[in-house]
């Protein structure tokens, strides 16, 4: 034998069933949209049609938020807290039960790796509801004052890059706090959140307490217009969060906004360097580096730069790009065409602006929309790869000196979600997160969640955060 190589490692498809087409999940129901209008949602690993999603017009969102309303009145506000407790706890526990399907629906109409839908996204939704649930009657004891309140019924809407997970993200505080809600995920991505809507159903959730209406940012907009909703909870681009910022200025609906960023990983020349290479690649090539907190400026200090870059190479030539659904899969497809132009011209500006453009070398499938992990050196902060977020397997590297010079580069950006500090000194990773104007700041490590801690951004990244005793005060009238 030559060459080492991995047998394929094919995850079944069996155990989903897509139906060919989809309705609105509105008070418990599936039901066809009013708008009579259908769009295909498809594979983007092989670009076939999945399945037909539902397109919401407005009388579709004047009967989800009505039925949200009912529910909030009649039924979700009434019912003694232990008791919601008791259904976040079984939605958690359905949701682990039929792990696997959510892992593969979600590899199919994402393309995502299997090991990531499998590891990550699954249980850590189920995790969220886990978490929730133990706090349905505990709110008292949030910080919230003695007898906080419910807001009533929340419109939520959410991104195609982690579906099912940021679905937990909204969908659990929101129930454990007592309000109803109406769910929007992302058009390229609602598969997760109709199976979603069958473990409500399943869980014997009351009729109307969680909604789920498809669409595209048209129906997303509708939702957050309407005035039967009393907060918004949005993750996306800026773009997006600032228009549905300024539509709600004046109106009584709240919001948290989850929004984009531009992560620096610090890496000094302390650090542990192999396990800082892990990091890196971590933080920008997991999800395809869809994610809004990839660590997608690399600042490396410059005496280790040229080690770190040659380590970094050699390990990226190790990352497998390929069939979503194969276990040995580290890369998958990329979400959507739309998604791969942009990724296309952000990386043509990298190149046009005079960075250097290197990517691992690695056989793109014919069919589907796929990048192959790339590095761009040579970068200046004023090159557009350096400050605007591309959303896609591709990392900038820039060096720095001093502690003092990596802090001025970390920050000089719109955003502020996340960051990542790489050093062999406690003192030096206290002092730069103490400097650092970011939401979320990991240590020797980078993108772990958890539902405890509280997540979120300064600056053009957000506003609100989520997760933790922080993310229920977002859904909560605080009481003295
Ligand atoms: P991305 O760049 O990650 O696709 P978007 O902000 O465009 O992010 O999309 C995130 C979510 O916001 C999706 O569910 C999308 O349909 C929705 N959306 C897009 N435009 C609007 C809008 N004007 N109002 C409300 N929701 C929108």
Redesign the pocket.
Known sequence: MSTFDYAPALESTAIVSIAERYGLFINGKFVAPKSGKYFPTINPATEKVLAKIASANSADVDLAVAAARAAYVKVWSKMPAAERGKYLFRIARIIQERSREFAVLESLDNGKPIRESRDTDIPLAAAHFFYHAGWADKLQYSGNGASPKPLGVVGQ?????FPMLMLAWKVAPALATGNTVVL????TTSLTALLFAEVCQQAGLPEGVVNIIT???????L??NHPGIDKVA????T???K??ATSIAGSKKSATLELGGKAANIIYDDAAIDEAVEGIVNGIFFNQGHVCCAGSRLLVQENVHEEVLAKLKVRMGHIRLGNPLDKNTDIGAINSAA?LAKIKELSAAGDSEGAERWSAPCELPSQGFWFPPTIFTGVSQTHRIAREEI?GPVLSLLTFRTPQEAVEKANNTPYGLSAGIWTDKGSKILWTASKLRAGVIWANTFNKFDPASPFGGYKESGWGREGGRHGLSAYLKASN
């Open positions: 809407i959410i991104p195609w890059n929007k995920p992302a058009e669409g595209a940012g048209g129906t997303g907009a939702l957050v949005f993750t996306g681009s773009e997006v969060g228009l549905i998604q959303f």
